[in-house]
């Protein structure tokens, strides 16, 4: 497609169930970057990719929550034993290159909400 | 760590006029891009605008356009001839590895 693409848009959860979000790039884009956005603030950084490397992942706010991209295309972002405060849009975001001026191009985000 | 600030929480416009948006921002780091996107209820981050940190001159995007201070470490947004749908969440983000987002401002365009 020409957008990223996340899967699924909705996700409800119980507390303690695994989950696993799907994160499509843009065809082509090197970097990949994982958001987590609570209601009414900003994205806080997860992660970060350079096509199958993960060179950052101090966003990740503990070690329940995982990211793999093993090909350099697609991404899942996967948290174990979900807890409510993991309740929030993840956001998925992909550029061409790693250089600085590449923009951000977003998907649509995964709404998890954890019961 | 890089950190971003927007004060306002929500800003109120008139439709046609305009309005500003304040960011400022924290770093150690010589190089580095700036970046204005906008987030609708649909939650698509859409880019508004971007600056260089090493140019002088501040970016213009249409009715779009920015108040650049390195020194002050100032970003602002400058909404000229403001319209019903510029209405959304404004975030300010900084970039030189990964990007980092403020915390956002919720414009409303009034008719």
């Known amino acids: 497609g020409a957008g990223v693409s996340q899967s699924p848009r909705y996700k409800v959860a119980k507390r303690g169930q695994d989950v696993a979000l799907r994160c499509d790039p843009i065809s082509g884009h090197v970097s990949l970057f994982w958001y987590q956005q609570a209601l009414g603030q900003g994205p806080e950084f997860l992660t970060y990719?350079?096509?199958?490397?993960?060179?950052?992942k101090s966003g990740l706010p503990s070690d329940r929550f995982f990211a793999e991209r093993p090909e350099g295309s697609v991404s899942t972002l996967k948290i174990q034993r979900t807890q409510q405060e993991d309740s929030a849009v993840y956001l998925c975001?992909?550029?061409?290159?790693?250089?600085?001026?590449?923009?951000?191009?977003f998907g649509n985000g995964t709404r998890l909400t954890v019961t | 760590a890089q950190t971003v600030t927007q004060s306002q929480p929500e800003m109120s416009v008139q439709e046609a006029e305009t309005v500003t948006l304040s960011c400022t921002y924290d770093t150690s780091e010589s190089d580095y891009y700036l970046f204005w996107y906008k987030q609708p209820p649909s939650r698509q981050m859409i880019l508004v605008i971007r600056?260089?940190?090493?140019?002088?001159q501040n970016a213009t995007e249409n009715r779009f356009s920015v108040n650049f201070q390195k020194a002050a470490k100032s970003f602002s947004l400058k909404i000229s001839d403001s319209q019903l749908g510029d209405a959304a969440m404004y975030f300010c983000?900084?970039?030189?590895?990964?990007?980092?987002f403020g915390a956002g401002t919720r414009l409303t365009v009034k008719p």
């Open positions: 990719f350079q096509n199958e490397a993960q060179l950052d």
């Open positions: 975001a992909s550029t061409r290159g790693g250089s600085y001026n590449s923009p951000l191009h």
């Open positions: 983000a900084y970039r030189s590895d990964d990007m980092r």
């Open positions: 600056q260089e940190a090493y140019k002088q």
